[in-house]
């Protein structure tokens, strides 16, 4: 099967700015794939290639099977893309917008019958009407999904869409996305939120400075930690000895990470040695956020 | 749209979405360009009628075509321009970026709806004019080809415009220093014949001369150049410029790093 993304050894350069070194990188067709990293690791550009709204200095990235560059009509029919800003054109309301947002694609009437539905399904139905200036931040944000999604393209990117979301609208846009995926839809997103990658998608790609630097399934990537986290709130500092173990700390309170269970009573044996009191231990499993840590160096 | 070919309708939606936009704050768009029009009208006409002739023609009747076709470039220009700035600065410019729509296309699109522009305002000026004054139009296919071949060289120029600027203030300076002055030293309030011999010659390097005089040469059929010489001159002014823009936009200028 020809797979939803195929980026091969795609740089991107900026004056000295090495904005992407090198991406290697296939997405299969059917997949939730996530895409971390923190601010300026290279996401946005990488999306933006995909896109064609930027031009690689070199390399090449195909949108199922069609090259972006010299085959951009069918890799853009192909491709809805939800922008990280909130962006919007004040002259129309929601469903003027999202038709022409089809007849951008070379769709006519014959698509209202869509448009109506993603308008639905979004929650929009009672904004339809409204003037884009006029919705609220969330809203912008649904009309933004509907508008990447009028083409009904098999390959959706969604570039960090929860920022600034609030939670009920979070949850009923993964429930919207999550239905879009077990119809064939092909997703791929850019987030923070580490937790929503673990839940949501199969396979995480972490980039860091313009290169991926772990590319795995969420679940070998948390396999990479084995062990277990040691949260301790205590009395005093953390004793010396114990510090080759932390993960982080605030004030008084302290993150340990173990690599298995029974390390726990060496810890506490050595605070007791110390004449520390414990005030608050809790034993918690790894996440994607300790792999991330681990491997950018900064959550 | 069942007329439009599957082909055409990508380009065919941002010419409709270009015309509505202009056409939701035609108030701005239509109604103040032709408003203003009327006062210059109003207040030159006055103040000369009587006073001046130019080529055997009375001042106010002179004077109306200039105003009409000043302020249809003007209207294209703003047209492509504002619209490319503002989708530009909002960042709602990549919702076009994102689909199939070829460079080609949307430089198309963007001109018609200029020229659309140019024609809407040139006409409301006309039909609000001849309630007052008898005004004939001796040629209407020169006048026809000069509102076109005059708007699309201006839509282009705004397009060439919009894709330049960055900012706000940087296309308020580009009207108010460009086209404005090439406006304003085009022929529109006199005849270059009664300016002095070096102004004469400065004024046959601006092609809003040539736009305005073969637009005038349509309605009383004089002229202070052949119109074949002025037509010829727009249009490959026209091409000129829908190079230059063409050229950008193929390569992204400013839209796609």
Known sequence: MIPAIKIEQVQKHYGNLQALRGIDLAIEQGEFFALLGPNGAGKSTLINLLAGLIRPTSGRLSVMGFDVQTQYRQARHALGVVPQELVFDPFFNVREMLR???GYFGLGPENDAWVDEIIECLGLADKAHTNMRKLSGGMKRRALIAQALVHKPPVIVLDEPTAGVDVELRQ???EFIKRLNREGHTIILTTHYLEEAETLCSRVAMMKQGQIIALDSTAN?????????LRLKLSAALPETLRPLL????????????????QVERVLSQIREANIVVEDMQLIEADLEDVFVDLVGQP | MNLISIEMRGPWTLFKKELLRFWRVSFQTVAAPVMTALLYLLVFSHVLEGRVQVHG???????IPGLIMMSVLQNAFANSSSSLIQSKVMGNLVFVLLTPISYLEFFLAFLAAAIARGLVVGLGIYLVVILFIDLPIIHPL????????????LGAFGIVAGMWADKFDQM???Q???IMPLSFLSGVFYSIHSLPPFWQEVSHLNPFFYIIDGFRYGFFGVSDMSPAVSLSIVALSFFAIAWLALHMLKSGYKLRG
């Open chain 2, 57 to 63: 023609v009375n001042y106010t009747s002179f004077l």
């Open chain 1, 172 to 174: 009923m846009m993964w």
């Open chain 2, 142 to 153: 020169l006048v026809l080809a000069f509102t076109i071949l005059g708007s699309a060289l």
């Open chain 2, 176 to 178: 108010n220093f460009i």
């Open chain 1, 100 to 102: 022409f947002q089809a």
């Open chain 2, 172 to 174: 308020a300076a580009f």
């Open chain 1, 221 to 229: 990537l948390l396999k990479k930690i084995p062990g277990k986290n």
């Open chain 1, 247 to 262: 993960r982080h700390e605030e004030g008084n309170e302290y993150m340990l990470a173990l690599t298995e269970v029974a």
